[in-house]
C-alpha cells in the first residue's frame, strides 16, 4: 500500500505526456488528488457498511417484526432486500442528477440519504417505517455506489485510473468488515442490539457528508456537453459496450455475494454453531475480503481487468461447488468457513473491484453518466431479486441447491469473460473512447 501512495504522490512530479489536453485538466495532482479520491471513497464505506449491517440485525428484526421461521420468508427477504430496491432508484436517478447537477452534489446528496436511513430504522417500530428507512439508504447505495468511482476515475491519470478506482471497492469492503465486528461488538446489548447497529451508521454519514464540502467538482463534468440524451445508449457502438457491462454487472451479483453477505449469521448457523460463533465468522470473512482486496488494489495496474477476472471466476465456482458439496455430505463446518473464505477472496480479488473500474473506463464521457445509470440499475435489480429470494431458495432447495446454482452460474460467467471483456488497464479514457469499439469487434 505505501508503494501505491508513493505512485499517487510522485504523479505530481510524474509524466503526465500519455494525457491528452482535456484529460490533464482533468486531474489533480500529489497528495491532493488521493486526499480527494479518499473522501469521495468514503462514499464507498458507506455503501458497504449500510448494505452489510443487515446481516446482524436479521434474527433480530426476525423476531420483533414477526418474520418468519429460523429461515424467513419473503418477507425477511423483502426487509433485507429492501436497500436493493432502493438502490436501483437510486442507480435510474443518478444518471440524470450526475449530468444536470455535478457529481459532487449527487455525492452530498447520498451522505443525507445515508444519515437519515441509519437514524430511522433505528428507532422504527413498525415493518413500513423500518422497510422505507432500508430503501432511503438504498437511495443513498445507488447513487454513491455509481457516483464515486465515475468521480475518481475522471480526475485519475491512466496509469493510477485502476487503483484510484479501486479505492473505492476498498471502502466498500473496509465498510463490509466494519459492520461484522460492529455487530459482533454490539451483540451483547441483547434484543435491542439491531438498534445500535443499524444507528451507528449516522456517525461516518455526518463525517462524509462535511469532507465532502471540501471536494472540488469534477472538471470533466465542468467542461462536458450537458444534455442527459438516452437515445445516444443505443447506438450501434453504445449497444455493444452496454452489453458487456449489463454481462458483467449480471455476473458479479448472480453468483451471490450480497446473499451471503447479508446471510453470514444464518449461514452458518445452518452449518452447525451459536449465534455468537456464526457472527465471529462473519468477522473472519470480512477480513478475509479486506485482506484480498488490497491485492486486487496491487494488481489491478499491473496484472491488468481481464486476468484479474479470469483468476476470480475460477476460484469462485469451485468455491461455491464447494460448499454446495460440503452442505450435501454433513461435511465439518470448519470446511463451510474455508469454502466460503475462498469464494470471498476470489470475488475480492476480481468482480468486486474490478466491474466498478471496468464501468468507469469503458464509456465515452459524454454517455457515462447515462450508461453507469443503466448498468448500476441492472446491477441492483440482479442484487435485491437474489438477496429477496434467498431465504424462499434455502427452505425450498437447501443450501446444497442454492450454492450449486450459484457456482453454474459463476462458470457461465468465466466463460463470457473469456469471449467477451476488453482490456483496458494503460489507456486514457479519450483512448478507450476511440479504440474500445474496434478492439471489441476484433475479440468477437
Known amino acids: ?88 432508484a437510486g442507480n435510474l436517478a443518478a444518471g440524470f442528477l450526475n449530468d444536470r447537477f455535478g457529481r459532487r452534489t449527487v455525492l452530498l446528496l447520498a451522505a443525507a440519504l445515508f444519515l437519515a436511513s441509519s437514524l430511522t430504522a433505528a428507532f422504527a417500530t413498525g415493518f413500513a ?3 422505507a428507512a432500508r430503501i432511503c439508504g438504498g437511495l443513498g447505495v445507488g447513487t454513491a455506489i455509481l457516483t464515486a468511482p465515475m468521480y475518481i476515475a475522471e480526475i485519475a491519470p491512466a496509469r493510477l485510473r485502476g487503483r484510484l478506482v479501486s479505492l473505492n471497492q476498498l471502502m466498500i469492503v473496509i465498510g463490509i468488515s466494519v459492520s461484522f465486528f460492529s455487530n459482533f461488538f454490539l451483540l451483547s446489548l441483547g434484543d435491542a442490539s439491531w438498534r445500535w447497529m443499524l444507528g451507528v451508521q449516522a456517525i461516518p454519514a455526518t463525517l462524509f457528508l462535511l469532507l465532502l464540502t471540501r471536494v472540488p467538482e469534477s472538471p470533466r463534468w465542468q467542461v462536458a456537453t450537458r444534455g442527459f440524451n438516452w437515445r445516444e445508449l443505443l447506438t450501434a457502438r453504445m449497444r455493444w459496450v452496454l452489453m458487456f457491462g449489463f454481462g458483467i454487472a449480471f ?55 481481464k486476468p484479474l477476472l479470469l483468476l476470480g471466476l475460477t476460484g469462485m465456482s469451485v468455491a461455491l461447488l464447494t460448499i454446495s458439496w460440503a452442505f450435501h455430505a454433513a461435511a465439518a463446518p470448519i470446511v463451510i ?47 435485491a431479486s437474489i438477496t429477496l429470494l434467498f431465504p424462499k431458495e434455502l427452505s425450498s432447495w437447501g443450501p446444497d441447491g442454492t450454492f450449486l446454482a450459484y457456482g453454474l452460474i459463476a462458470a457461465v460467467g468465466l466463460l463470457f469473460i473469456a469471449v467477451f471483456a476488453p482490456e483496458t488497464k494503460g489507456r486514457t479514457l479519450e483512448e478507450l473512447a476511440q479504440l474500445l469499439a474496434p478492439a471489441v469487434e476484433r475479440t468477437r
Request: aromatic content about 12%; charged content about 10%.
Open 251 to 305: 455476473f458479479q451479483q448472480a453468483t451471490g455475494i450480497n446473499a451471503i453477505f447479508y446471510y453470514l449469521p444464518t449461514i452458518f448457523g445452518q452449518a452447525g454453531g451459536s449465534l455468537a460463533t456464526a457472527f465471529g465468522q462473519s468477522v473472519f470473512v470480512g477480513l478475509v475480503n479486506l485482506g484480498f482486496t488490497f491485492v486486487a488494489i496491487w494488481l489491478v495496474d499491473r496484472l491488468g481487468r
Open 129 to 131: 417505517v423500518f422497510v
Open 1 to 88: 500500500m505505501s508503494h501505491f501512495l508513493g505512485d499517487v504522490a510522485q504523479s505530481e512530479h510524474g509524466p503526465q505526456a500519455e494525457e491528452p489536453p482535456r484529460a490533464a485538466a482533468a486531474s489533480l495532482s500529489g497528495a491532493r488528488l488521493l486526499g480527494v479520491a479518499c473522501t469521495v471513497a468514503l462514499g464507498g464505506f458507506l455503501v458497504g457498511f449500510d448494505a452489510t449491517v443487515i446481516s446482524g440485525a436479521v434474527p433480530f428484526i426476525r423476531d420483533y417484526f414477526r418474520l418468519g421461521g429460523a429461515s424467513g420468508g419473503l418477507e425477511l427477504g423483502w426487509a433485507v432486500s429492501s436497500l436493493g430496491w432502493g438502490a436501483m
Open 337 to 383: 468457513l474455508i469454502a466460503i473464505a475462498t469464494y470471498v477472496a476470489a470475488f475480492a480479488i476480481s468482480l468486486g473491484p474490478v466491474m466498478w473500474v471496468m464501468l468507469s473506463e469503458i464509456f465515452p464521457d459524454e454517455q457515462r453518466a447515462a450508461a453507469i445509470g443503466v448498468v448500476g440499475f441492472w446491477n441492483s435489480l440482479v442484487s
